[in-house]
């Protein structure tokens, strides 16, 4: 029998560790709220 | 080798919060109604390079109506942004400016103002009045009433409606008018105006003296009136600017 391997595991082990604390830049816009959501 | 484009400016870097600073001072400055609006969101920005410290920037924002009404001398910095539960009214920006050697000038704008939904203010505040016509007639006899009381118990000069701002009709547990409204004295003396207040003009705009009252008439179950009316002091204010129309809630607001 032949083993499938899942493609999302492939990617997983192929994928550049991030270094610790990481934090993705936000999108350049829209911007943030000031006051509240309408 | 021609350099790299300048990487796109994002709606919260320094230079987009001060290309949209400059927008809001230009839109509360050249507006002579309603009240001052707050920065709430930049939605999008656009640069146009034109050459050497020359840009044209496109902006698109997001703006909230203060307490503040818009002939008041406080500083918008000073200003309460109303609160969702107020039932707020947004204003939606389309800015064009200049950016020459840092320095922003606003070439054009557009702008579109209406309240929240209703429906939205009652699913979070189910009791909260909303924001009533300024054509109803509860309002404008609300508005009236106030106007001569006030009048009629101060010695100063005799004020005049300039417009009504907001109003709200309560009906439970009371029923309850309320109304914002501007005002401005005019040559008169309050004892001036009772023999002939059709006589009582307003004063031109280098002497012009604005104020702002707010009113509170309770209807039921026992009728009681409140107002409380404040004079702003001498302004020079703005010339005006003829606006492609004119309107306030809930007929939507566009301003160029």
Redesign the interface.
């Known amino acids: 029998p032949v083993a499938k391997r899942a493609v999302a595991e492939v990617a997983q082990h192929d994928k550049v560790p991030r270094p610790v604390g990481f934090v993705p830049p936000?999108p350049?816009?829209?911007?943030?709220?000031?006051?509240?959501k309408? | 080798v021609p350099a790299a484009a300048p990487a796109p400016l994002g709606c919260d870097d320094p230079e987009s919060e001060a290309a949209a600073e400059a927008a809001v001072s230009y839109i509360n400055a050249h507006s002579r109604h309603g009240y001052k609006f707050a920065l709430n969101r930049i939605e999008n920005i656009r640069v146009l390079p034109q050459g050497l410290n020359n840009d044209i920037v496109f902006l698109e924002l997001d703006l909230l109506e203060t307490t503040c009404h818009i002939l008041s001398p406080t500083p918008l910095a000073n200003c309460t942004v109303r609160s969702f539960t107020d039932h707020a009214v947004e204003g939606d920006c389309d800015v064009k400016l200049q950016k020459v050697d840092g320095k922003f000038s606003v070439l054009a704008s557009k702008c579109h103002s209406h309240p929240d939904s209703r429906e939205d203010v009652l699913q979070v505040c189910p009791d909260c009045p909303l924001l009533e016509s300024l054509n109803d007639t509860e309002v404008s006899t609300l508005v009236t009433s106030a106007l001569k009381d006030h009048n009629s118990k101060t010695p100063n000069a005799y004020l005049r409606l300039l417009e009504i701002g907001r109003a709200k009709i309560q009906y439970e547990p009371a029923h309850v008018v309320i109304a914002e409204f501007a005002v401005a004295a005019t040559n008169c003396s309050a004892q001036d105006a009772q023999t002939n207040a059709e006589a009582c003009h307003l004063l031109p705009d280098d002497e012009a003296n604005f104020g702002f009252c707010t009113a509170t008439m309770v209807k039921q179950p026992s009728q009681d009136l409140e107002v409380d009316c404040q004079l702003y002091g001498h302004q020079v204010t703005t010339q005006d600017i003829p606006f492609l129309s004119r309107g306030f809630y809930p007929i939507s607001q566009d301003t160029s």
């Not at chain 1, 350049?28 to 509240?36: A, K, L, S, V």
């Open positions: 936000p350049p816009c829209p911007g943030r709220i000031r006051y509240f309408i």
